[in-house]
């Protein structure tokens, strides 16, 4: 009894190793990683997505701020993430300038540090500028991002002055934006024609106190369909006034006009940080502008809303170039390197297929998976990965990924069959072996020629060398010639896939002959 029960213990262990070594044991683990030492890659798509520091030193990817870009309407945008300062609108050219770039930001990588020197930077407008064009502008807004380090009285962030003839009278006009007593004040003098007022002069002043070392954004907008200039500090309205014959919603509305074409300057004895500094016109109505086309102009209401966010709330994502493996290559797990703050979050998706050239946007199906749990039923020669970063609801906080480890299996090379017999006949070779014992073989493909290890046969019927001869044991080799000499071999093909062909058997050989002899 005692022998018996050993003999089955021994044979259940032997079944056991052989399942294991023709399933697993000779599949090769390999890992791909992305980000890390290596860095990113190119991405076929990558939507909001941006670069930053991510842990232990590596780049990561984050989403990219909401910083402003060049529309239809833009007429100056600064946002410093080049070397040198430049309008990116290509609008206005820098005359002077004692800003300096550097790496603390609250949009992009990068904002202008101005030391307070009493020069800033000044910038002339080509014709066709708000600034470098005579007359009424129509709608507009002004906006930044400003960090002061002191807000103390008098430091100025925006200045514009010029004149204007009327009936041979010199008006005097100004546009100014400084720090008072704490508060940040707009004054308009003299801009809007036939508005006598206060002698002509519209104050803006903010109701919040400027807080020192804070990044705030700051934006000023002039409609000019209902004379509305309002005055707002993160999404907050801080001032508002209506440059009307009623001094409000209804009334005429008093023009801007504005006179010979003049440098405008930007912090001017100021000493902080400005970031994403825009100009913006024809907020109200453009005639000139693509209508069916609303993706490549600013709307007076987008830049109104109540809240300004650092992050879009739609989040980004980015899709990686599809990466080829080896036939049958079997996705495993994913893990990754990442931080993830709270009401913030990252989803993976990853599909795979044998030919990326068929592929559409929704072929193959993605599949979502969760860094650091297996992931079944995802095999392929090439896989593609994707991933959605979320912010969190206040548009505040951003998730990042310093490292995706992607682990997958190559699969096994099936066994060879065993015991090849080679028996010549008249104008044949009948080939017989063993059935691969490996379960992931399909089939077998025969090997000839008439030099040993130099399969490179040509002549059969059934086809050139190799021919394949399906999930059988035996087959018969015709149209060979009668006493020549035929050498064979037999290799598995994997049920993964016809191209993973294990090593070959033992050769054999064989030289066909007639029955005549």
């Not at 906080?397 to 090849?420: A, C, D, F, G, M």
């Not at 044991?473 to 015709?478: F, L, T």
Request: aromatic share 14%; hydrophobic share 35%; net charge neutral.
């Amino acid at each position: 009894m005692k022998n018996s029960y050993t003999k089955k213990i021994h044979g259940l262990l032997c079944f056991c190793l052989v399942f294991f070594l023709t399933n697993f044991g000779f599949a090769e683990e390999k890992t791909l990683i992305l980000g890390g030492e290596k860095g990113w890659p190119q991405f076929s798509e990558k939507v909001s997505i941006s670069t930053g520091k991510g842990r232990f030193g590596y780049t990561s990817i984050e989403l990219d701020t909401n910083s402003r870009k060049v529309n239809y309407n833009s007429d100056l945008l600064l946002n410093f993430e080049k070397n040198s300062i430049t309008d990116e609108c290509s609008n206005y050219i820098i005359k002077s300038n004692d800003l300096v770039i550097i790496d603390k930001s609250i949009m992009g990588k990068y904002s202008g540090l101005s030391r307070g020197r009493g020069q800033g930077i000044t910038l002339t407008g080509k014709p066709g500028t708000i600034f470098g064009t005579e007359g009424n502008p129509g709608s507009f807004a002004i906006e930044f991002w400003l960090k002061p380090s002191v807000a103390e009285n008098g430091e100025v962030v925006f200045f514009w002055s010029s004149s204007r003839l009327i009936s041979d009278y010199v008006l005097y006009q100004m546009i100014s934006a400084s720090f008072v007593d704490g508060h940040f004040e707009w004054i308009f003098k003299n801009i809007f024609d036939g508005y006598i007022n206060n002698r002509g002069e519209v104050l803006l002043k903010s109701y919040s106190v400027v807080v020192p070392e804070k990044w705030a954004h700051h934006v000023l907008m002039y409609n000019e369909e209902t004379g509305l200039i309002e005055y707002k500090i993160d999404g907050k309205t801080e001032d508002l006034k209506y440059i009307t014959s009623t001094n409000r919603e209804r009334g005429t509305v008093y023009q801007p006009v504005l006179g010979l074409p003049n440098d405008i300057t930007l912090c001017k004895f100021f000493t902080g940080c400005i970031d994403d500094f825009r100009i913006i016109h024809s907020l109200a109505n453009n005639q000139n502008w693509n209508k069916q086309d609303n993706s490549n102009f600013e709307s007076f209401q987008s830049i109104s809303n109540e809240k300004y966010d650092n992050y879009k709330v739609t989040g980004g994502k980015f899709v990686t170039q599809p990466i080829i493996t080896v036939p049958g290559a079997i996705i495993k797990r994913l893990d990754t390197i990442q931080s993830v703050p709270s009401q913030t979050e990252i989803r993976y998706y990853i599909r795979t297929g044998d030919n990326f050239y068929e592929w559409t946007d929704t072929f193959p199906k993605w599949k979502e998976v969760i860094p650091g749990q297996p992931i079944e039923n995802v095999s392929g020669r090439y896989f593609q990965l994707a991933c959605e970063l979320y912010p969190d609801g206040n548009g505040v906080k951003s998730p990042s990924i310093s490292q995706i480890e992607i682990t997958y299996y190559e699969p096994s090379l099936p066994l060879p069959p065993s015991r090849v017999k080679a028996i010549a006949g008249n104008g044949y070779v009948d080939l017989v072996w063993n059935y691969s014992l490996d379960e992931s073989s399909a089939g077998y493909y025969v090997y000839y020629g008439t030099r040993p290890g130099e399969y490179l046969g040509q002549i059969a019927i059934n086809g050139a060398s190799p021919i394949d001869v399906g999930n059988i044991n035996s087959v018969r080799i015709n149209g060979l010639k009668n006493g020549a000499i035929y050498y064979f071999a037999i290799a598995t093909y994997s049920k993964y896939d016809k191209k993973i062909v294990g090593n070959f058997s033992e050769e054999v050989f064989a030289r066909p002959k007639s029955k005549n002899y």
